[in-house]
């Protein structure tokens, strides 16, 4: 398989074109496969309730503060994988811990992550309750993942507009090449990659190649 080449934006003149016909069919598909998944995996949500539930204190799902496309503010929707507690992250990690979550915004060993939650996070089971934000328009199957305003949109320099063009996905180039292996800048220029590049067969190629990722545990923590 030819590797794409996202070595710099400049490099291969990363720009965003329109694609109505595009963006209305992806709508249409990200409707349909949401609906028919929630339905589908209807039993699953209900273990992995219980299960979050019985394993740690604290509510079943936990929702965040994103941006999205056009620079909209959302609440992204996931399991709840961590220990409840209602201080900051500052407060929660000690200087070396949160020092080391400010390089890529991830921790090799999150002290804050339940032994169950481990588990949600190996398995991407945790993203689950995304497919709402599928159906509520917050979000798409295939897209660039949801970023914090506050830690993640400035380090995209003058390509964020770019990026906020299109709908945040459930999984995305970065996440099917790479995810937590690679260094923030390499995600950085991934992202943007797919913002340029989109098209019915990258969303495809991703789309399946998010399994083997999941099965081989390919970058998850």
């Keep these: 398989m030819k590797k794409e080449d996202y070595s710099s934006p400049l490099d291969i003149g990363y720009c965003y074109k329109k694609q109505p016909a595009y963006d209305f069919f992806k709508r249409f598909f990200d409707i349909l496969i949401s609906?028919?998944?929630l339905i589908i995996l209807s039993p699953v949500f209900l273990i992995l309730m219980i299960l979050v539930k019985a394993t740690s204190k604290g509510p079943i799902f936990f929702k965040h503060r994103r941006v999205g496309k056009d620079g909209k503010d959302f609440y992204v929707y996931k399991f709840r994988t961590m220990k409840y507690d209602s201080r900051s992250i500052e407060e929660t990690l000690t200087k070396e811990e949160f020092a080391e979550y400010l390089i890529d915004l991830k921790l090799k060993e999150d002290p804050r992550v339940t032994k169950f939650g481990r588990l949600l996070r190996k398995s991407s089971l945790d993203e689950l309750p995304q497919l709402i934000n599928i159906i509520k328009g917050d979000m798409s199957l295939v897209g660039p993942r949801p970023i914090l305003r506050e830690y993640e949109l400035a380090r995209f320099g003058k390509y964020q507009d770019l990026l906020l063009k299109v709908r945040p996905g459930l999984t995305?180039?970065?996440?099917?090449?790479?995810?937590n292996d690679t260094t923030y800048e390499e995600r950085i220029k991934m992202e943007l990659y797919y913002v340029?590049?989109?098209s019915f067969w990258?969303?495809?190629k991703i789309f399946f190649l998010t399994f083997k990722a999941i099965f081989t545990k390919k970058g998850a923590i």
């Design 35 to 37: 609906l028919f998944s």
């Design 172 to 179: 995305g180039y970065w996440g099917t090449h790479g995810r």
């Design 196 to 198: 340029t590049k989109r």
């Design 202 to 204: 990258l969303d495809t």
